[in-house]
């Protein structure tokens, strides 16, 4: 099942402009956002180390840009692979303020969402 959610609530607008303002970061959402990708082929596709893209890719889950999954490899161990869940941002100004509305796309269930938020608190 595919959802499209607004979500704007508990985000502020200096973190999501900071946050896309790196290139490192921009450049994780762009390439996830035609496939799931390891840090690894992340590192390999935009040259940056392993724990700079790590660092980002924490922060981008945390807003909720990016969602993290496991992918199965044919040795039997598993890699975390990170696919974009953002699809549209939309900033506005108007009456003397700025107001933004971040829109996300997801494969997870509402219900299973909401639990997992639930339990990582």
Request: aromatic fraction near 8%.
């Amino acid at each position: 099942m595919t959802t499209r959610d607004t979500v704007t609530d508990g985000q502020d607008l200096e973190t999501v402009v900071a946050l896309l303002d790196d290139e490192y970061a921009r450049a994780i959402l762009t390439a996830t956002s035609t496939e799931p990708m390891t840090v690894q082929e992340l590192a390999d596709r935009t040259e940056a180390s392993p724990s700079t893209l790590y660092r980002r890719v924490e922060r981008l889950k945390a807003v909720g840009f990016l969602d993290e999954q496991t992918r199965v490899r044919p040795d039997g161990h598993h890699d975390s692979v990170y696919s974009a869940v953002l699809t549209d941002l939309h900033f506005s100004l108007r009456d003397g303020r700025f107001d933004f509305e971040i829109e996300t796309e997801t494969d997870e269930d509402p219900a299973d969402r909401l639990h997992r938020l639930w339990s990582d608190f």
